[in-house]
């Protein structure tokens, strides 16, 4: 497998990207990385390190794009940057996979104009692993699509269903929308027609479920437009480190709070560990053809490494194969994917029953 | 003052909210509380308690809202339920503001179908205190809205900013619009287009902020739509529960990590005193004729005991009049809430600088 990994993106690059790549090259035997971005600064930096040489290349690019840019202006006037570069290499079928864990809007905008939208697929979709109390959870769309119509969110459900199923090896995996209220009445426009078409599809959907429940586990795949998914995400973060700053200022009051903090320091540590981003490995970009894997930009070189490893992961069990197949099924079975005005559609539930999506797979 | 108490709205009701009743009658003088609900039940409740006998008095209500009921079917069927009644007492100028731990969709639309909306209110919002780092921002609207347009957010953010400087003492609050990136152009429809309109607003528009800076106190007052805000609130409930469950089963795997949970205890105790919902007394209806405060369902007898302190504060800095006065302000002075079409305007943000909304409250 040939990934290409734009060394340039993220807020510790080039340092972390290829550190990285060459503890992943070093660590899997089957993963070749192509590191795009200034030739000259690259193979400084790769002087000192140690790595089998045949499977770490470089291919140049003259710019970077900084986190100001837009999409659109970075589509127009950066044409060899690294994110740019590396996702020509997937283009043209010299690499399989690309990684990046620069400007997130970026790289999608790129991806999707270049690799194109899968067959079937209206709008692709960011799916990122979440933690939950017994383990983890898919957000899908975590930001890729501020505004959508009712039809996306049950594309997204079936690409995420999809996904999660390849990934963690379980059948049906429970879906569900995020809602202000469990209740099937309960919504805006939005999540009310949504509703309507999960609850018709043959996805295993188990109903709205509310942001206070997402964290216990209650749902594998959890659906929103990308602007709540995006939301989710940032708020999460943001009030994990609030609470333990907070904590850490309590606990810096007292001599005997300092000790108690100083014994839990394991427990703190293996908490952060389950909890961390940087296990997860990135989120792709689900429903384009080929395999664009978004990394935090806060990455580290493990972080790097890891959305190596599953990306790899990914290209073997062909990710794309599968979700092409889940939305052509979907399509084909008398759903509401192919009907026109799809967002007024109510069927019942009963239709589609026997015919489960992740069974008819391969 | 009087205040009206839906007895029987909330998980522990009528235990809690009698005992919080019998609390703050005790405790604040100048407090009266008019208990709505089933007689009997309260009665029996009250017979052990001692309080003063001239401040907290019943009015019988025969029936209860249960939380599988809707707004609709409540309002027209329930026309003797607690919060129904309660919310009556208010209309019929018996009380000067009511307090419900109930169904607060039911709640809401009691008090918008009986109350009214206030002059110059298309949409009436709950504002939501919550913790941050440094002390705490209002959420608005944390529920009312779940489908909103620019022009609502505007209102929410002038409503918003009114209340945070009468409760907070801090003449023009930082106001910031929740979306996806900090930089002018993120956002999805909804929030580009408010965006202008609070840009060329006489508030103290500091611009848009992300999930992950809400907790950090960059802004006091946080604008978005009622389904975001929601979310918003329930997502934190329940990732702060599950952060201190996840780090609990850490420490009981080993005997060092359970005495440093001991010996920490006073510093988590100190923390969820901080972050504690119960300590914050409730989320107002704003923008409605009345005074009308949510609060949590699963209200503690302090919840309500505080709530019921912050409403009486409420009523009494005439925070109705407050927030007319600054809508009605905003409206005169060529603002986009008096033009049709509002959504499309652009204006520049220094049309009305030098005319803070706050300075000209009094």
Chains 1, 2 share one sequence.
Request: hydrophobic share 40%; net charge neutral.
């Amino acid at each position: 497998m040939i990934i290409a990994l734009d060394a340039m993106g993220g807020d510790n690059a080039p340092k972390v990207t290829i550190e990285g790549a060459v503890e992943s090259v070093n660590r899997y035997n089957d993963v070749s990385i192509i590191l795009v971005g200034d030739e000259e600064v690259i193979r400084k930096r790769l002087r000192s390190k140690s790595y089998p040489k045949d499977r770490l290349s470089i291919r140049h690019a003259s710019q970077v794009v900084d986190m100001q840019e837009t999409p659109t202006r970075a589509l127009r006037h950066k044409r060899d940057s690294s994110i740019r570069v590396a996702v020509e290499l997937v283009r043209d079928a010299e690499a399989g996979a690309v990684v990046s864990a620069g400007h997130s809007g970026v790289a999608l905008a790129t991806s999707l104009t270049l690799l194109k939208k899968a067959p079937g697929v209206d709008r692709p979709a960011i799916a990122a692993f979440m933690p939950t109390l017994k383990g983890r959870f898919l957000l899908i769309d975590a930001g890729a699509n501020v505004d959508c119509k009712p039809i996306n969110l049950l594309q997204f459900a079936i690409m995420g269903s999809a996904y999660y199923s390849a990934v963690m090896g379980i059948l049906a995996p429970k879906v569900a929308l995020i809602s202000i209220g469990e209740e099937d009445s309960k919504g805006n426009d939005l999540t009310k027609e949504a509703f309507k078409l999960l609850k018709a599809s043959n996805l295993n959907f188990v109903g709205n479920i509310e942001g206070k429940d997402i964290f216990l586990g209650a749902a594998d795949v959890v659906v929103c437009d990308g602007f709540i998914g995006n939301t989710t995400l940032k708020i999460s973060e943001g009030l994990a480190e609030v609470i333990f700053r907070m904590l850490k200022e309590e606990i810096s009051n007292s001599y005997v709070g300092k000790l108690g903090y100083f014994l839990m320091k394991p427990a703190f540590r293996s908490f952060k560990k389950n909890t961390d981003y940087a296990e997860y490995g990135g989120a792709p970009l689900l429903g384009i053809n080929g395999t664009c894997i978004i990394c935090h930009g806060r990455s580290s070189s493990k972080a790097i490494r890891n959305a190596i490893k599953v990306t790899n992961q990914l290209v073997k069990v062909n990710i794309n194969k599968i979700i092409s197949d889940a939305l052509l099924t979907a399509a084909g079975s008398d759903s509401p994917l192919t009907v026109a005005g799809a967002d007024s559609i109510e069927r019942s539930s009963n239709d589609m029953q026997g015919q489960g999506l992740i069974e008819g797979q391969d």
